[in-house]
């Protein structure tokens, strides 16, 4: 197995505490994390299960796959058998252990990219590249390319074409393409598409697999709430695998999660509160010097103000705002900071006074 890289926001500790030490205390808006409520109609699903002595289904209830079948058919034109559903406990066990699932030699993430791709290819042994561009791969085969749309930390949106161009890319290799699909009802200037949407796939799933989170979506983080869906081949091998090594979704979360995906009022709401949160953190960050880099979908700022990332989170610090370092997400993001919008409306008001 390939060495880990030290946690990337243990690096954050110094800044932090110079957040902290501001005298109307920090403003964090370094990790993406969910801070409004969590919805009622999840709640009492969740305690409503709460009599669950027995051993959960790793495949998950029938009512769960059906309602994220229905929500992707309902929010998102994809079509799929439920049977082709596998919850995860949470998206980010899935993104690190799926190269292992695989016996992946050789895998491919975005340049500019969510930790975790690297971090699941060390853990199988892979080979790991960063690169925007298939032909980067060269002439050796690739078990495995990540694919991020809305991207996490750019907030950037693959059209379909580009899509396109992966999927027949892949196929005619044989290689797995995942699409890591989070952030896909937070499109804002641009909306996002999922790779199995049939303008991107062609009405075949073959080869494709989707990854969903309801921790953005229905503030489940706490919850570890997603699931998986594509190729009926490749999940089928996923459940068998998962079966053997005990990655069962506890059935209480599963109840959450049904009628979370159920429910499209909530998640209306929820984006209502980023959208607000957005439009007046974005003006005050232009007006204090920093340019917005594509950030058209998904919960974050990908924001220069020309120098280093490090004296830009240096600089926010100081006024008691804390943000990530573009590099945490790869070497391409040396000058750039990473600034989520998942602070209470009164942080983000606390950080727009600041930044004046």
Known sequence: MNKLPDFPWDRLEPYKERALAHPDGI???SVGTPVDPVPQIVQEALTGAADSPGYPLTHGTKALREAAAGWLRRRHGVTVDQQDVLPLIGSKEFVAWLPTYLGAGRVVFPELAYPTYDVGARLAGAVATASDSTLAAGPEHVDLIWVNSPGNPTGRVLP????????????????????????????????????????????????????H????RSNLAGYRAGFVTGDPVLVKRLLETRKHAGMIMPAP??????????????????RERYGARRAVLRPALERAGWTIDHSTAGL?????????????????????????????????????????????????????????
């Open 253 to 270: 979360v599963q109840a959450a999660m049904t009628a979370a995906l159920g429910d499209d009022e909530h998640a209306d709401r929820q």
């Open 213 to 216: 989170s309801l921790s953005k």
């Open 27 to 29: 403003v964090d808006l």
């Open 300 to 356: 974050y700022f990908w924001a220069s103000n020309g120098q280093n990332a490090w004296d830009q989170v240096a600089k926010l610090s100081e006024i008691g705002i804390l943000v990530a370092p573009g590099e945490f997400y790869g070497s391409a993001g040396g000058r750039h900071i990473r600034i989520a919008v998942t602070a209470t409306d009164e942080r983000i008001g606390a950080a727009v006074a600041r930044l004046q």
């Open 160 to 211: 379909a074409e580009h899509l396109r161009k992966v999927v027949s890319w892949a196929r005619e290799r044989g290689t797995v393409v995942a699409s890591d699909e989070c952030y896909i009802e937070l499109g804002w200037e641009e909306q996002p598409i999922s790779i199995l949407h049939p303008d991107v796939c062609g009405g075949s799933h073959e080869g494709l697999l989707a990854v």
